[in-house]
């Protein structure tokens, strides 16, 4: 079955600390692999996708196959980073989505 | 580009009422999906429109239905509304291939008494 699992509810860091928010998935074919973050009182939005291979924010994310792993990571956490974010995978195919239950970035000042 | 809009923002119902829930697109995209969020459950996908059929369907029951307009404008109902129905309701819009992002709307949100 496919799935994605984050498996921290709230993340806690300090400010200027990294920041690393895990996501792992189930898929038998390749994945198409996104973030997306919502700030409070704000809409989900996408923040990077695994095709893109690109830096947004300050954050990047590796698709780690072998692992079956898409991680967040930032190496130096802003308070305005803090936010709710899901990770969610595409079916390439079925164009469904399948989205995890987020987690709660709160970095501290 | 105007955004995906929701309406109503709001709704407050009882049990065993229906209701019906509106989202109009960005435009120019032709998916639309579907989520019921609540705190326990996160993002639940409950179905995708793309050109006016159903592509995909999420694990709801019967009482969730939707449909989408030639203008990609989508409708979701909920029938028989249930206490557990309780939740904001999002759409999201895409141009519906591969690795196209999905645009989410501010959602409505639906309070059973």
């Known amino acids: 079955a496919q799935r994605v699992t984050q498996p921290e509810k709230l993340l806690s860091v300090f400010k200027g600390a990294p920041v690393e928010l895990k996501c792992n998935y189930s898929y038998s074919g390749s994945p198409e692999l996104f973030w997306y973050v919502q700030y409070s009182r704000q ?14 924010k300050g954050f990047t994310a590796d698709l780690n196959k072998g692992e079956t792993s898409f991680h967040l990571k930032k190496p130096f956490a ?6 709710m974010y899901y990770c969610a995978l595409m079916s390439s195919g079925t164009y469904k989505y399948i989205f995890g239950t987020g987690t709660r970035l709160k970095v501290l000042a | 580009k105007a955004g995906v809009t929701q309406t109503p923002r709001y709704l407050i119902k009882t049990r065993g009422q229906q209701v019906t829930l509106s989202c109009s697109p960005i435009s120019g995209h032709r998916s639309v999906s579907w989520y019921q969020q609540t705190p326990g459950q996160g993002l639940q996908f409950l179905f ?4 006016e059929t159903q592509r995909n369907k999420g694990n709801f ?3 969730f239905s939707g449909r989408q307009f030639s203008n990609s404008r989508s409708e979701m109902n909920v029938s028989t509304l249930e206490l557990g129905d309780s939740a904001l309701y999002l759409c999201a819009s895409s141009q519906g291939g591969s690795n196209q992002p999905q645009h989410f709307g501010d959602g409505t949100r639906l309070s059973i008494l």
């Open chain 1, 43 to 56: 809409r989900l939005q996408l923040l990077l996708r695994h095709i893109s291979r690109e830096s947004i």
């Open chain 1, 78 to 83: 802003q308070e305005e980073d803090s936010a």
């Open chain 2, 48 to 51: 995708e429109y793309f050109s």
């Open chain 2, 61 to 63: 029951p019967g009482r």
